[in-house]
């Protein structure tokens, strides 16, 4: 979508979709939910960090997609700097108030004139590139503009996508293309392949190989007579791994506010940190082969099984009951498009779930659980229940996803 409308609150009471609900028994399933609490606690947790490393922090709000989960971000204060995944986003978010986006995905001529006249609006959005060639679009779509388009020079620290490496023979040549036109703002890298690091020994190595090389590449263009404001690293991994950002300006991460079963299986978080889950209902049983049945399948968890690769291999999800405690053993470890099949592990006989009951999966990958939803019913999971957790608030998702 070119021209997303972000909305913010509660959706109107006449929308079937997102009808004001009572409780989590309330709401047809399957739907998304947010544990507000464990969303704050995360979300303060790297703020106090960014804080003891003496940097800035830039969240990417792609995971949420949510203007009211990022306001969460700057509680009480103005909008923070952001990081976008696609220029819909950064269109989104500007219309809610936020004027120093980076858009983090490589850019190209096409999508240019959205970035200027985002520009225009007085809006700060930097953009990423990794060639002369793109550099060159970019100069020239900046000269024709009659104003700056602020770029990062992407640099590659671990072989993941896109990016230069520090020493590549370019990188002076794009960062003088990019300086002759007022764009260079600086360089930018990610961690990529942090997300497969088994260890804290394993992810504080990357932090510090993600500050080396961002640096290095900083230091290189200056070397050359170039400034370089801006040095920005980051992942959810390495961002809570980084115990030294000398250089560095400012910290990126996104997926820390809900967090997720391959963060927790990497040992970013504990289970007890994951803010989101998606609520379905047992609709059927087949006991000879051992399989309850959901009405959640890949479309409210989505395809990732980024937890096939780990120690514990989690399925599509970790079965919770409603209030959010575990059912000992059982894992949604199958899904066509609307189904789910639970299972229980090591052929533990399965709990007694009458056909209505519902239940909270817990997702491997936040992101793309998040991507299936228009939104997320609100609860605050240290308050006692009475059978289902209130619903605080239905905060919807911006569009243009």
């Known amino acids: 979508m070119n021209n997303p409308v972000p909305t913010a609150g509660p959706a109107p009471a006449t929308d079937p979709v997102t009808a004001p609900a009572r409780t989590l028994a309330d709401p047809d399933t399957p739907f998304a939910v947010l544990d507000l609490h464990k969303a704050r606690r995360n979300v303060a947790r790297l703020a106090a960090r960014a804080d003891r490393l003496g940097v800035g922090l830039r969240p990417h709000v792609k995971t949420a997609k949510s203007l009211d989960v990022a306001a ?68 020239d779509a900046s000269r024709r503009a009659g104003l700056p388009v602020p770029a990062q020079i992407e640099i590659d620290c671990d072989g993941h996508r896109g990016g230069l490496r520090p020493d590549a023979p370019g990188l002076p040549a794009i960062g003088r293309i990019l300086h002759e036109a007022g764009c260079l703002d600086g360089v930018l890298t990610h961690a990529g392949e942090s997300y497969f690091d088994r260890t804290a020994e ?150 007694e779930l009458p056909i209505g009951t519902r239940l909270r999966v817990l997702p491997n990958h936040a992101c793309a659980t998040a991507a299936q939803h228009h939104g997320y019913h609100v609860v605050d999971g240290t308050q006692p229940t009475a059978g289902a957790p209130v619903v605080e608030a239905f905060w919807s998702r911006v569009s243009g996803w």
């Open 72 to 139: 969460l971000l700057h509680e009480g204060g103005r909008p923070c700097p952001i990081t976008v995944s696609t220029l819909a986003e950064a269109e989104a978010f500007a219309d809610g108030g936020y004027t120093d986006i980076t858009y983090a995905v490589g850019i190209d001529p096409h999508k240019l004139p959205r970035v200027v006249a985002l520009l225009r609006r007085g809006v700060t959005l930097r953009v990423l590139l990794d060639s002369a060639e793109q550099a060159e679009f970019v100069a």
């Open 202 to 351: 394993e992810r504080r190595a990357a932090a510090v190989n993600e500050r080396d090389t961002a640096v290095a590449a900083a230091e290189r263009l200056r070397a050359a007579g170039l400034p370089v404001a801006t040095v920005s690293v980051g992942s959810t991994p390495t961002a809570h791994a980084a115990e030294d950002l000398t250089g560095v300006t400012e910290l990126r991460a996104g997926n820390y506010v809900f967090f997720d079963l391959v963060m927790a299986g990497l040992g970013v978080c504990g289970v007890d940190d994951l803010a989101l889950s998606v609520v379905v209902t047992v609709i059927g049983h087949r006991p000879e082969y051992g399989w309850i049945i959901t009405d959640g399948g890949w479309m409210a968890m989505s395809r990732d099984r980024g937890t096939a690769a780990q120690a514990q291999d989690q399925g599509y999800g970790l079965v919770a009951d409603l209030d959010g405690n575990p059912v000992p053993g059982l894992v949604m470890t199958a899904a066509s498009q609307e189904h789910g099949t639970l299972t229980v592990r090591d052929g533990a006989p399965l709990p």
